[in-house]
Structure formats: structure tokens, C-alpha cells
């Protein structure tokens, strides 16, 4: 049986083929989990879906929470999946761009207070992390993504390679190499991540790096 | 063609079968890559294996900046397969520690400054990231993981959780949950990684969560 938002489960065709699919809309998590949780407690083997990594801002989480809560931990057995975040799909289509240290950033104060974020954006840029936004914009929240900016200016030059990409490693991916000054020109909606490079990242005439420090 | 380090030909038994392979040691990187590059000019499809995700303290960016240097990125096509890292995979293992903002930073001061690296885990503690720990310890070097945990005491209580995990996903991996105050008390090495969790993660009975922030 699977459990899952509705994109998501478009996305498994072919996969899934004779099974039970039980999808729903968005923020609808903790509905759909307390459904995974109820089935797997009547016998079923249930899978939950997620896109990426289910682990990375995905449905782990809450899973094991509400799993908890119930008391139901015993009675289970979960195994979580990794997968390929964002993050690593997006830096692999941009070249190497994450091949040193590095921060995961979500700009949705939604969960988060914006307090909590800013100060994470901050510490991130002062201290020359190569970092990743998720959730950079959505139809409500335009200004953070501007924020953010902002606060790397502080930091780091004009020039510093920015990469953008969107629908990572999926039909229809786009890939855009530029920089801190500029990005912001550039279409930028919830089905895309945000690479801001450290002191040391470069873009070649196709790629985007942070060298590991290897001397070639 | 394969080339790529012993030890990691060796986890792909079974699926090279049949291909010429080129095995060295480690910190042979650059030379491995120069042959892979020279394998490829001369007209050969070359697979470069790292473990992991290449794009990831792996060989994605040593082998895009050879490319680079050599004036042979016009002549290849390369493309960048990304895979599991080990933060992914060490997470899942552990239940759903990365649910929330993190940051990846590597131990290993052999090629960086250990005053940046430093700074990087002073600003992790600071901004509450849940913070991955790679190279956490080698033969030569075991006093960068308890300086690591002195920084992290300054800010978190020693009740911090914090996950171990060692050969994540591969066999013989081997899981701990234990805290900031006792974690120096378990082997780590070079197979290992350290998670230690924000002020927000917990561990219960079986899992390390960090809550991404729904209301369960």
C-alpha cells in the first residue's frame, strides 16, 4: 500500500503498478501519516512517499513523530530510505558545487520563525559555507529569498557564483549559472533550490565549483 | 572503463563484470583522475567511482577541475551522477535527524586551515544547526573531534543527542545514539560520521529526530 502527496505519486509510474495508492494534497502530512500508521497497525505493509530524500524536509519526520506519539513504535517496524535531496541533485547538474563544507537552509518561515533563519542565513554566510536555500520562494512568500541576499552581500562579493536550479535531475530541469548580484532576475518558484557559493567557489564556462583544495 | 579507489571497485561487485578496470590507493586522486581524462581523449566511455555522492568531499570536483586545466572540457562530455552521502544515509539510519537546517563540514584539516574549519563549527553550534561531521577522526589526527565537542558544549547542553554511525548502509554498520557529553566514548574513525543534534532534536526508544515543526 502508498502513501503519498498526489505529485509525488505521478511521479512513480510504473512503480507502483497492482498496488493500493491512498495520495493526497499538500499540507495534508499529518493526515496522511496518522492513515500510513493506521494501516501498517492493521496488517498492511505500507510505504509513505516522499520526494528526494524523505529525510531531508520529507515525511520521516513526522512519521516517526506521530509514531511516537500513538504509542505505536513497538508495534512497528519502520525503515527509513534515504534518496537524493535537492541539494545533491541540483549541485551534480551545476558541476561540483558542493564538494566542501556546506549549509541546508529552508526559507520557509512557515514552521520556522524568520528570527531563527535569518540567524542561520547570517552564520552561514560569515562563516564561508557553501549554501543551499530550499523552499526559496512561494506564491506568498517573496521577500525572504531577498532577505537572504542581503545578508550574503554582507559577506561575500557581488561576483560570488550563484546556481539555480529547478525540477532537479526531473523532465523539464533548468540549470542557471550566475551570480549574487544577479540571481534574483532569474525565475525562481518552490520547485527550486539556490546554491550561493563560498569565498572559493567558481564557475568555469560550464561549471560550477568549490575546489576541495586538492592541488592540480 | 572504471577507475576509482580499491576499496570502493570492491563494493561494486557483481555490477562491473566484464569492464576494464583501474584501481589505485588513496590520495592518488589527482593521478586517478589524469588517467581517467587521458582514458577518455583517447575514446573510451570512462566511469570515475566514488563512494558515496561524488559531488560530496568526493571526485566530481577534483576531475571537473583537471578538465578544467587541461583545457579538455570542449573535447568531453561529462555528466555527474549524484548519490547517497553518507549525511543521508547516516540520518536514515538513525531515524529522521536532518529533518530540519544542517550543515556538513569535514574535520580533516589536511587541505584546509583548521582555523576555518573552526570557525565553521563555532558558527554550526551558534545558529542551533544540526551538524554533520565528516572525517571526524583518522589514524594521525584525533584531536579535532574534542575540540569539536568543547565548541558544541558552549552553546548546547551536554544533553545534546548525538548519532554515530559507522559504514552507514553498507554492511556491518554500526548505529549509536548517545550524547554530546558521552559520544568521545565510542570508536570513530574514518568509516564514521557524527551527527549532533539541534536544540530541538530527541531521541526516543528507537530513533534521533530533529522535528521539522508540525503540529503532531
Redesign the interface.
Known sequence: MIVGYQTYIELLDGLIDGKEVISSGMTR??ERCSLAIEKALAGNYVAVVSSG??????M???????L??QGA??RLEVE??????SA??A???L????????????LSDL??PWE??E??L???A????VTVLYNPVSRKRTEQIKRAREIFLRYRPRSTPVGIVRNA?RSGEEVTRTDLEGFLDNHIDMFTVVLIGSSQTYH????M????????
Open positions: 502530512e499529518v530524500d524523505p529525510g531531508i524536509y520529507g520521516a519526520g513526522i512519521t516517526l513523530e506521530l511516537e506519539k513504535g513497538d527509513i530510505v534515504p534518496g537524493i535531496t545533491n541533485a549541485a551534480s547538474s558541476g561540483a558545487a558542493l564538494m566542501h563544507d556546506f549549509t541546508v537552509i529552508s514552521l520556522t531563527v533563519i540567524k542561520r547570517e552564520a552561514a560569515r562563516a564561508d559555507f535531475k568555469t564556462e560550464k561549471f565549483i568549490t575546489p576541495r583544495g586538492y592541488n592540480v
